[in-house]
């Protein structure tokens, strides 16, 4: 089992940038993919990127993709967030599932995770 904590949320401008962590606690942490979602008010929880176990393999949706970068190491998942947008406003949340393989889409929806953190608010400022 992993517990899960996002910190790095915040108020900024219409382009600036945000650094978000996921800090894992728990046991293997290495045995887990990632990924980090985002729900703003009133709206479903959206895919924002994912990451393999082993950090060599990572997925954006066309939203965010060139703007994000999301990587690891032994006990943190960040996303770095670049020329943020209005519309980048929400909460997120960083996610987890154990599995022995990356097999692609399946990952980009919320119920194939596992576990949760509690979210950090992104507020980007037009």
């Known amino acids: 089992q992993v517990q899960l904590a996002e910190s790095g949320g915040g108020l900024v401008q219409t382009g600036g940038s945000l650094k978000l962590s996921c800090r894992a606690s728990?046991?293997?942490?290495?045995?887990?993919?990632m990924g980090w979602f985002r729900q703003a008010p009133g709206k479903e929880r959206k895919f924002v990127a994912v990451?393999?176990?082993?950090?060599?393999i990572t997925y954006y949706p066309d939203s965010v993709k060139d703007r994000f970068t999301i990587s690891r190491d032994n006990a943190k998942m960040y996303l770095q967030m670049n020329s943020l947008k209005p519309e980048d406003t929400a909460v997120y949340y960083c996610?987890?599932?154990?599995?022995?393989?990356?097999?692609?889409?399946?990952?980009?929806?919320?119920?194939?995770?596992?576990?949760w953190g509690q979210g950090t608010q992104v507020t980007v400022s037009s």
């Open positions: 728990g046991r293997a942490f290495s045995n887990y993919i």
């Open positions: 996610a987890a599932v154990r599995s022995p393989v990356y097999s692609g889409s399946a990952y980009f929806k919320a119920r194939r995770y596992d576990y």
């Open positions: 990451i393999d176990k082993s950090g060599a």
